[in-house]
């Protein structure tokens, strides 16, 4: 879920620390303010070194993940023992001044401040210090923008509250396990106590459920923690000891039909029962050797998995809630960076729903050997503006060598994957892909289906896949049907007052069937 990088070389420095120090009243919920102090390595464990806490790929880096983790437990920082000061990690930025970053409120109950946008938003949290930003969807690729200031804290396990519809997260680090509350403008509120009943650890996968009960799973332990987020105490803890392996690497998690749904390192989707608690794996769904940091659901239900080697995949799950699901990979998106740290994500879709249609067109008839070319459209027919668009079309193999060069389209193992950004109200986008005519003996129907998946929920999802279908004909041929032989002149028919019955000939066409 992260990577963070401590210099014990450089905690000798003046480091800013922050203290709480309350609004009266703040009830439970206070700003945060830059002081600055100095602390030596002695007064935190003495030694030198590098500690990285969590890495981005391979098992080596595992391995220093774990030391990191220990280290940094012996130091205080995982477990929160330096109370009443919250020092900021090397390099962490101070609180910044004015409204952003500052914002108080006299009630968790009754959050100030404009809840987050729910139009479709992917909304993602990555780097040291922690910056909250928005991911805008484009063809073949993402990019981050910013959502207010950096954080002076580390925070994680981020999601969005269905009942108030603000972003929460829980932080980790010398501020300890407190919750952090994010508005429409990014500025956020720390909770001035830490979460009542939850025990000390490292909680990087967290998300809401449709109830608005905040669930986050400690790293490595295989406890589930829920969270009342009002009267920020823990209600109830589900243990599932077939998360606790570190091998796995579970670093988020997002709710989805029911259960809440994971990745591991090797790439293996994971799919969790709170209710019965236990744990389903479902490997080879997604590449292995790199940490998927953030999880989320799109509008229709689709999943995503940030990867922190630098890429966005998106999954379709089918029978999610069944014994034996079926995933598809529609499509992968590069982030702005090759690496990401420290990253976690969620969205929010509740205000979104766009109708997408797809329409494709081929072809009727080409000999062996001939190009063939389909032109597939993806059109917003709603009312409203589509956030974001996915497409795939499993070629046939009788198009040899496929190509496209559409942006934001691959072909892959004869799959053609398309991703899209926004389109407006009855806005469209052409894609094109070009083959060969394979050789066949016999004329020969080549059915083809597009399929589109909105990244909103879509009402209407009968034309979200656009057909075609070309005949090939051996090369030999002159391209066009054979002409159909005449039929024999049938005999009078014959009247038999004790046997009277109608003959019919062969009705059937001469030409082959097949879509």
Known sequence: MFALLVHLSELGRSTPSLRVRPNAPCAGLCPVRAVSTVRSPAALGGGRGRFVSRGTNGAGQRKRQRRAVAALSALGVVAGLAAGALAAPAGAAAAPAGPRGSAAVSDPKQPDGTPVACDGKIYLSKGDPDQLYTVEREAGKVRFEELGEPTPFLYNAIGVNPDDRFLYGTTFGDVGNKLVRFDGKGEY??????????????????????????????????????????????????????????????????????????????????????????????????????????????????????????????????????????????????TPEESLTNVDATSCFFDSSADLSVHKRGPKVVKAGDDITYEITVKNDHKGASSGWSLVDDLPAKVLDPATDTEGCTIGNGLLSCTGGPLREGGRVKITVTGTAAEVTKPTAVPNTATVFGDDEDPYRKNNTGFASTKIKPAGGDGEEEPKQPKEPREPKQHNEHNEHNEHGDEHGDGPGGR
Do not use: C, M
């Not at 790439?267 to 969790?272: H, S």
């Open 189 to 334: 509120v720390l909770y001035e106590d830490e979460v009542e009943g939850l025990p000390a650890a490292l909680y990087i996968s967290g998300t809401f459920d449709d109830e608005g009960n905040y669930f986050v799973l400690a790293d490595n332990t295989g406890l589930i923690q829920q969270i009342d987020v009002k009267n920020n105490r823990v209600v109830r803890t589900i243990d599932i000891q077939a998360l606790a392996p570190d091998a796995l690497d579970i670093f988020d998690i997002a709710f989805h039909d029911g259960y809440l749904w994971g990745s591991t390192e090797a790439g293996a989707i994971v799919r969790i029962d709170v209710e019965n608690a236990s744990a389903d794996f479902f490997p080879g769904v997604l590449p292995g050797g790199s940490d998927f940091g953030g999880v989320f659901v799109y509008g229709n239900g689709d999943l995503g998995f940030f990867r922190n080697a630098g890429e966005l995949i998106r999954v379709h799950v089918k029978n999610a809630a069944g014994s034996n699901p079926k995933f598809t990979v529609l499509s992968r998106q590069a």
